[in-house]
């Protein structure tokens, strides 16, 4: 499975989703910006990212510029792309749509998208000062994530 998207601050039930099947030994990646356009949102995804990245998806981060994709492509035959990201406000309050496109073809096509942003990323557990951060770091990104629902 592999995810691209600007804003991640999954709900719940996505985040357990997404650690369930890395830790079943799925190949779960996930691709965000390095630099968001939003401070805020950047510091609040930072613990999810974490906590997606100890369970066994493997999170890069975008080098690129800002990354403003959203797509997912599963089992290189059913993909999506779209408007919505993974984020509660796209979940629960927005408006937002995805085209689903069932079939290998546009499937690899996608992933071939992905591959192509990953290849200009770097992974997540390359950096332990965002891997390990200290305690008051923790702490500022553990308050801000209270806020995740509100964004």
């Given at each position: 499975m592999f995810i691209e998207t600007p804003y991640f601050l999954p709900t719940d039930p996505v985040l357990f989703a997404l650690k369930t099947v890395a830790v079943a030994g799925v190949d779960v990646r996930l691709l965000?910006?390095?630099?968001?356009?939003?401070?805020?949102?950047?510091?609040?995804?930072?613990?999810?990212?974490?906590?997606?990245?100890?369970?066994?998806?493997?999170?890069?981060?975008?080098?690129?510029?800002?990354?403003?994709?959203?797509?997912?492509?599963?089992?290189?035959?059913?993909?999506?792309?779209g408007s919505t990201n993974v984020d509660f406000r796209s979940f629960e309050n927005n408006f937002e749509a995805n085209a689903f496109f069932y079939g290998g073809k546009t499937a690899l096509q996608m992933k071939q998208v992905f591959l192509d942003d990953e290849a200009q990323s770097v992974q997540l557990s390359s950096l332990p000062e965002r891997m390990n951060p200290k305690f008051m770091v923790r702490l500022f990104e553990s308050l801000i994530r209270l806020l995740a629902p509100l964004m």
């Open positions: 965000v910006p390095k630099k968001n356009d939003s401070w805020f949102v950047d510091w609040a995804g930072r613990s999810y990212l974490r906590e997606a990245e100890e369970a066994g998806v493997k999170v890069s981060l975008y080098e690129g510029g800002f990354l403003h994709s959203k797509l997912m492509v599963c089992d290189d035959s059913i993909s999506t792309c």
